[in-house]
């Protein structure tokens, strides 16, 4: 069941069933066959939706200029994100799936990311000639090739740049393994050191790269590629990405719906996942999240087959390397990099009325003796609400508080370890890079909890012990304020009246709050009115409390929670509008 996001329940009480936890999307659906022609089949049909082709230059154009000017007129404030149950969560779909919100995966999961066993790639020990180039590097700024290793695996293998040397590979590795453990889909990244050696070039390859001339990509050409890379004695660091399993469809929009995918029925730039994806973007600084870094994948129910029918989409987020401080050519542009849009409409009207006078964000960033690996890339003057990717994003753009609010409570869950641990798949070579990274992480961090758990309620995982009301507190477990600035104060209320409840604190953030039975074992339905319970619970931090919905089942069957709601409204306010829905028939 879809939650109401700007109240508690509204006119209406939940029905006595649990949340909506897998979303319909991943079903297998059957899609209209068309030719597709092949060398091996001329007569080849292919039975999924039309791949996607996503010009970078119109992209661009398209949300700089282009929408901004056609929405100038437009009314169309955003509304609650649809896929959002009555947990106040984001169901598991083929876009997300719940795991650090869910239950904290261990370090060794944290680190493994996306990868599978087969995906692991060890260069130190690969034999001469093992790995077969056999495609060039379409595009992107890193030039590169791909591999297949044994006959059967795929990889694309990229370089760093020589102005930034392990920033980019570092940036890819870390930032998947982050976006995978948040709960997006994402390639398997690593940083792979070989010999040259191993590697061997298919006769007579061309490649196309940006400038869409076709090239042959011979010896010549391999060894330019490999002179980007940094050098560890005879050994050559890059990244190497892991195919995509399915049907390659090309990138997914930030914006409309995928007309041929019979699941694609909630606009993406309305869905949560999309988003509260902006402040995860934020947090790393990954200025680059736009539709030619994502792809979308058809996972046929045939294996044998990755272009039948019955099968679905599956969505995919790629290519972090920009994150952590990436610069442009132009310092003037580098600096603006998170905190302004490339060409900002609005950054210039404001210059214009004040005549430039102002000291804008991007005149007070500097670089860090030491650290110029990593650019502009710190906390110091880091505003999570300020941040703005490299053009405007239309599910970013249409984010609320309750989107914002839905990302910081996964993010929270990392703690200084995590981000450390996440840090050394970075396989930096000096460990004070990897110091420094960790601890501008942390900070940025801080300053998003800080920022999105002010005014909603950060209290989560609501679960029944017995009849106690047990929760987390997110704001209080990342210690966000001194243990006394945390003040809590609980009420219930239903048919039989309202109590205030005494809340019992416990470590590492928990809290429990006793319950009274109000409602007999039987006698009435289990979901009759006079059983319907609200508990409002505030912490003293954030602004606004948490309303937990529950039935009273009577002292034999226990209570039930049926909704978790962070209403834009104080504990007396919620509560009381749970009276409302009790009494009301």
């Not at 082709?53 to 100038?72: E, G, H, I, M, Y």
């Not at 050994?235 to 049907?247: F, K, T």
């Not at 442009?328 to 430039?356: K, P």
């Not at 209080?476 to 205030?500: D, K």
Request: net charge negative; aromatic share 10%; proline share 7%.
């Amino acid at each position: 069941m879809i939650g109401a996001l700007g109240g508690c329940a509204g006119d209406r009480r939940f029905p006595l069933r649990g949340p909506l936890s897998v979303d319909t999307d991943l079903r297998p659906v059957v899609v209209e066959c068309q030719e597709n022609p092949s060398d091996e089949d001329p007569k080849h049909m292919s039975c999924t939706p039309e791949p996607y082709v996503s010009p970078l230059v119109w992209d661009a154009a398209d949300n700089s200029v282009f929408r901004p000017f056609a929405k100038v007129f437009a009314v169309d404030p955003p509304g609650p994100a649809p896929n959002v149950n009555s947990f106040d969560e984001v169901p598991d779909s083929a876009w997300f799936t719940n795991r650090l919100g869910k239950q904290k995966p261990s370090r060794e999961e944290l680190l493994r990311g996306a990868c599978r066993p087969e995906d692991v790639l060890v260069g130190e020990t690969a034999a001469p000639a093992s790995w077969f180039i056999d495609q060039g590097k379409p595009n992107g700024a890193s030039p590169g090739f791909r591999i297949k290793v044994g006959g059967k695996y795929k990889f694309l293998l990229k370089t760093d740049s020589l102005e930034q040397p392990e920033r980019p590979t570092a940036a890819s590795a870390i930032g998947a393994a982050i976006y995978h453990a948040v709960g997006f889909n994402t390639s398997c990244e690593q940083i792979v050191y070989f010999d040259p050696a191993v590697l061997k070039l298919k006769p007579g390859l061309i490649a196309t790269d940006n400038t869409g001339v076709p090239r042959a990509f011979n010896d010549e050409r391999l060894a330019w590629v490999l002179k980007q890379a940094k050098q560890r004695g005879n050994l050559v660091r890059m990244q190497a990405s892991a195919w995509l399993p399915g049907y390659l469809l090309g990138p997914f929009s930030y914006e409309g719906k995928r007309g041929d995918d019979p699941n694609d029925i909630i606009p993406h730039e309305d869905r949560r996942d999309l988003r509260g994806g902006r402040v995860l973007a934020a947090w790393l600084n990954h200025f680059d999240a736009r539709e030619q870094n994502t792809m979308d994948s058809w996972i046929a129910e045939r294996a044998d087959a990755p272009d039948s029918s019955p099968g679905h989409v599956r969505h995919f987020y790629l290519d972090t390397s920009d994150c952590f401080g990436s610069e442009w050519d132009w310092d003037e542009i580098s600096r603006r990099l998170g905190n302004s849009y490339l060409l900002d409409w609005e950054e210039m009207g404001y210059d214009f009325v004040t005549f430039g006078a102002d000291i804008r964000p991007w005149e007070r960033v500097r670089k860090h003796e030491g650290y110029d690996l990593f650019g502009y890339f710190h906390y110091e003057f880091f505003e999570p609400d300020q941040w703005k990717n490299e053009y405007p994003n239309p599910a970013f753009s249409r984010a609320t508080e309750h989107d914002n609010a839905w990302m910081t409570r996964i993010l929270s869950r990392l703690d200084r370890g995590d981000i450390e641990a996440l840090v050394t798949l970075g396989r930096f070579s000096d460990a004070a890079h990897a110091a420094y990274l960790s601890e501008v992480l942390e900070q940025r961090l801080q300053r998003i909890v800080a920022r999105y758990f002010a005014e909603l309620s950060p209290l989560s995982d609501a679960r029944i012990e017995g009849d106690r009301l047990c929760l987390i507190d997110l704001a209080r477990r990342r210690q966000l304020r001194p243990p006394e600035g945390f003040r809590y104060r609980a009420l219930a209320g239903g048919a039989h009246g309202s109590r205030e409840l005494a809340p019992e604190l416990r470590a590492d953030g928990e809290l429990c709050l006793p319950l009274a039975h109000a409602a007999p074992d039987g006698g009435t339905a289990a979901d009759d009115p006079s059983r319907y319970v609200v508990v409002g619970v505030e912490n003293g931090q954030s602004r606004y409390a948490l309303a937990v919905h529950l039935y009273d089942q009577g002292p034999k069957g226990g209570f039930r929670i049926v909704a978790v709601q962070r209403p834009e409204a104080a504990l007396v306010d919620a509560v009381s509008e749970g009276r409302e829905l009790a009494a009301r028939e």
